[in-house]
């Protein structure tokens, strides 16, 4: 399988699950996405039969390599948080279920991790030596570091306590909504403090902000007063799908 040119990345998010086959040559999608909406009660049972809904709606990718993202912490496959989903994930396999959901070997990873995997390939970190942090701004807030295009999995930058707070709960894209903070209020008064305590804990060479809020970045990125260099993800919203299936071949092809 040195060949692989299609994967099918599945990006598990507390609001969709959304699919699609992967071109792995390019980054583009193969076909229009399909997009299911995460049960209320996001049991694994529940998610797993969407995830195998969203494999068959794609009998061209059948054989390609599946990989699937989780919000949370996984290790070999299991499940060891799920801060915005159902915790009846923690201690789940959730390489075992969605395989048997799929009836394909699947390779299970954050969802953060996964999105840098797609822009250290084709966005915002291509290229880049040294040390960089990805994080996703959304339900809650993700982090990704990659040094010298290698993934460091599972860091967990968003539960940093920061003045008494679990940052994501401080300043993730939910909570600028559920405040009603304005962009200006948001980037000045929670996303600075943020991004100034990771800077100076991790002294990243570039921070690459994505999420779907990332789509504004021109509305917070300039305001923010820190002293690494920080971008906006390329990919914007097909990053997680589409560092997925990256990740998936990898696995096959090692
Ligand atoms: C989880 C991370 C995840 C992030 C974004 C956090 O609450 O702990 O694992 O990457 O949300 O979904």
Redesign the pocket.
């Known amino acids: 399988m040195s060949q692989l040119t299609t994967g099918l990345g599945i990006d598990i998010g507390g609001s969709g699950i959304k699919g699609a086959p992967v071109d792995l040559s390019t980054g583009e999608f193969l076909k229009e996405r399909k997009k299911v909406l995460t049960p209320e009660h996001s049991t694994p049972a529940a998610v797993a039969r969407i995830v195998g809904e969203i494999a068959a709606h794609f009998p061209e990718a059948a054989g390609a390599p599946v990989g699937v993202t989780f919000?949370?912490?996984v290790q070999q496959g299991v499940v060891r948080?799920a801060?915005?989903l159902d915790k009846a994930w923690i201690g789940t396999d959730a390489r075992e279920l969605f395989t048997r959901a799929t009836g394909q070997p699947v390779r299970v990873l954050?969802?953060?991790d996964a999105a840098a995997v797609a822009e250290t390939r084709y966005g915002a970190a291509a290229g880049v030596t040294g040390v960089v942090l990805l994080t996703?701004l959304?339900?809650?807030?993700?982090s990704a570091l990659v040094v010298n295009g290698r993934l460091v999995p599972n860091t967990?930058f968003?539960?940093l306590e920061i003045d008494g707070h679990d940052a994501?709960t401080r300043a993730s894209s939910a909570v600028k909504d559920a405040e009603g903070l304005s962009y200006h209020e948001w980037a000045t008064q929670r996303l600075q403090r943020y991004y100034r305590v990771v800077e100076d804990l991790l002294w990243p060479d570039l921070i690459v902000v994505g999420g779907g809020v990332s789509r504004k970045a021109d509305r917070f990125l300039p305001l923010l007063d820190i002293r690494t260099p920080v971008v906006a993800a390329e990919l914007r919203n097909t990053a997680g799908i589409v560092g997925a299936a990256l990740a998936a071949a990898a696995t096959e092809t090692v």
């Open positions: 919000p949370g912490v948080t801060a915005n954050n969802d953060a996703t959304g339900t809650g807030i993700g967990e968003g539960h994501e």
